[in-house]
């Protein structure tokens, strides 16, 4: 009697065994058959992911027309500055962004004035704006007002939206 008990259990388990087999199976095939379904319709074009292509050129054009340009004005900007009461030289390299390419074209045009007029401003640097990192920013955006003032003077409009050091030295 317990060995029919025992016979009869292995039997049972056999039989679970194969119809949880048998699930799995049949749930992957599911997952295969869906997943290959949803493919072909992407792939025929029926089901698109992010709109049509109109829209997408759309903004493609749209990302394109609002690119920050940057632009280096080349060579740096090399000036002679009294600081703590010695002679000193500061060495500045700028670049200037904007997202108008008729700006950056205005800027390197009307480059002699930029220059002159930069020059002049980098040999009246004061100690605090050599010396500390909000110095730096007035300096910076001392420049930045100076060049949109040259550009809206020569060419009615500022174009510039920033300007930034890439280099400063001081010796």
Known sequence: MAEEETEVSEEGE???KKGGNMLVIILI???VLILGGIGALFMTGIV??????TQQKEAQAHEESHASIYFKLEPAF???ITLNKR???????IEVVSTDPEAIENVKTHNPVIRNNLGILFSSISD???NTRKGKERLRNKVLKEIQGILKE???SEGID???FTGFVVQ
Do not use: H, M, P
Request: hydrophobic content about 40%; glycine content about 12%; charged content about 30%.
């Open 154 to 156: 020569k060419s009615g």
């Open 29 to 31: 095939a599911l997952i």
């Open 78 to 80: 090399v000036s002679n």
């Open 128 to 130: 605090e704006e050599v």
């Open 87 to 93: 002679s000193r030289f500061i060495q500045i390299a």
């Open 14 to 16: 056999g039989e679970k």
């Open 162 to 164: 920033d300007v930034f």
């Open 48 to 53: 698109k992911i992010g709109g049509d292509e």
